[in-house]
């Protein structure tokens, strides 16, 4: 069953029974106070005439004084502890009550009886007799106005609640289509997004607020990030094909130079080797960053800990100089620490060093200070700056100020894309600054301690 149908289904099945139950509940509330009513006046009329009895005494024969105050439709009798006394005395139509077997009651009595397929309210008094015996005077009164009055009800009510079942029924199916345009609308867009290939949008009422509209705004939002990743991934397919393809095609070039001539001439078998294994490890390192980026942070096993980042900062400078043979420079105000994973935050120290070296024949300098709850780290070098226009797009994938140079020094673009990352996994900040013709300077922080936001 579809949920248009659910809704319509259960939304009139409820209001349905709301109405049945609402419609029960008059009819009966108005059937007890109708009877409550029609008991109260005979009981009294029967104290009245119980009254009445007692103060005739002698006077007037109990069967006439019963025949004053029978009801028009009812019996009046008096009646002995033993079940004797007087004939009932009984309106014209009312005889097969007289026909109910008697029975005394010590005490006040009311109720409802049932007589001859008729309804009747049923009053009795106990009364002290002129021989000082124990006499009950009972009045019997129909109810057949009231039971009639009752029918007409119930049939107004039946009536009303089939008459009303219309507009429950229009407004269930209304209801339903309300609640469903925006999720029909939702299949519709995801329908054509699946074959089309577009990113398409709902049209919403701004000026709505409920929960549909909100879900509306949210499915807007998704298909937004979908069509920005679907974007970033062509880019980073496209990209990603274009930097691998010149290595590809040198290591190819040079492999079909060697396989022509290669044996002739020694100089060109050297030049050929080193060309192919400076490109094969080009790849290797691309390859291996590519992997790297298209982890998710959850990915990378990271080990958080307190790093005492003056220590941290001496070893990456003096393991930089080994394999580089560029000073490096440490400057510490105090005792700096942070809280991070230390083999990712020597990674990231290693890129900003690595393309500092690239950029700058003089010192680099690696300077330390803490910050209220940050620890500042930040690497400077002295070499060509980077113009200020470029710096908000540093950090995309294989994006290179200088595309020329960059291929030149071996670059991919992926490092300060990676650097970015890297930043986010452990949960630090960069900002970069830069001057032309004067150098870069790019700033990491971290938290100084556990569970202080950087």
Do not use: C
Not at 86 to 104: H, K, N, Q
Not at 292 to 306: C, I, Q, T, Y
Request: net charge neutral; charged share 25%.
């Amino acid at each position: 069953m579809k949920l248009r149908s659910k809704i319509y289904l259960y939304s009139s099945v409820l209001f349905a029974v709301l109405l049945v139950i609402m419609n029960l509940v008059i009819y009966f509330m108005f059937s007890r106070m109708s009877i409550d009513n029609q008991l109260d006046q005979a009981d009294a009329e029967t104290v009245k005439t119980a009254a009445d009895l007692r103060r005739a005494g002698r006077a007037i024969s109990a069967p006439e004084l019963l025949r004053a105050y029978v009801p028009i439709e009812g019996m009046l009798r008096l009646l002995r502890p033993d079940g004797s006394g007087p004939a009932p005395v009984t309106s014209a139509a009312e005889g097969d009550i007289s026909r109910l077997d008697p029975e005394f009651y010590k005490d006040k009595h009311s109720g409802v009886i049932k007589a001859g397929g008729r309804s009747y309210a049923f009053v009795t008094v106990p009364v002290i007799w002129i021989d000082g015996s124990v006499m009950n005077v009972q009045m019997f009164k129909s109810l057949e106005s009231t039971m009639s009055t009752l029918r007409v009800l119930r049939l107004v009510l039946a009536g009303v609640t089939l008459f009303a079942m219309l507009p429950l029924l229009l407004s269930s199916r209304v209801l339903s289509g309300l609640i469903m345009r925006p999720i029909v609308q939702m299949t519709a867009t995801m329908r054509e997004v699946k074959h089309s290939g577009k990113f398409t949008r709902l049209k919403l009422d701004d000026t709505s607020k409920d929960e549909l509209v909100e879900m509306g705004h949210t499915f807007n939002e998704m298909i937004a990030l979908l069509e920005s990743n679907a974007v970033k991934q062509e880019k980073f397919v496209s990209d990603a094909s274009h930097e691998l393809r010149t290595p590809l095609t040198v290591i190819e070039s040079y492999a079909s130079l060697l396989k022509r001539r290669g044996l002739d001439h020694p100089e060109l078998f050297n030049e050929s080797v080193e060309a192919i294994h400076s490109e094969a490890i080009r790849m290797k390192e691309l390859t291996e960053q590519l992997l790297l980026l298209a982890k998710h942070h959850e990915e990378w096993n990271l080990s958080m800990s307190m790093v005492d980042l003056e220590q941290l900062a001496l070893s990456s400078a003096k393991a930089f100089k080994n394999a580089y043979g560029r000073e490096v420079a440490v400057t510490v105000k105090g005792r700096v620490l942070g809280y991070s994973d230390e083999a990712k935050l020597r990674q990231l120290l290693f890129i900003f060093l690595d393309n500092a070296r690239k950029y700058s024949d003089q010192e680099i300098n690696i300077a330390l200070e803490s910050s209220g709850p940050e620890s500042i780290i930040r690497i400077t070098d002295r070499g060509i700056g980077i113009p200020e226009a470029e710096l908000p797009r540093i950090f995309d994938r294989f994006y290179r100020v200088d595309e020329a140079r960059s291929r030149q020094d071996g670059g991919a673009g992926l490092g300060l894309s990676l650097a970015a990352e890297i930043a986010g996994a452990i949960g630090a900040r960069l900002s970069m600054e830069s001057t032309q013709g004067v150098g870069t300077s790019v700033v990491i922080r971290v938290a100084a301690m556990k569970g202080e936001q950087s």
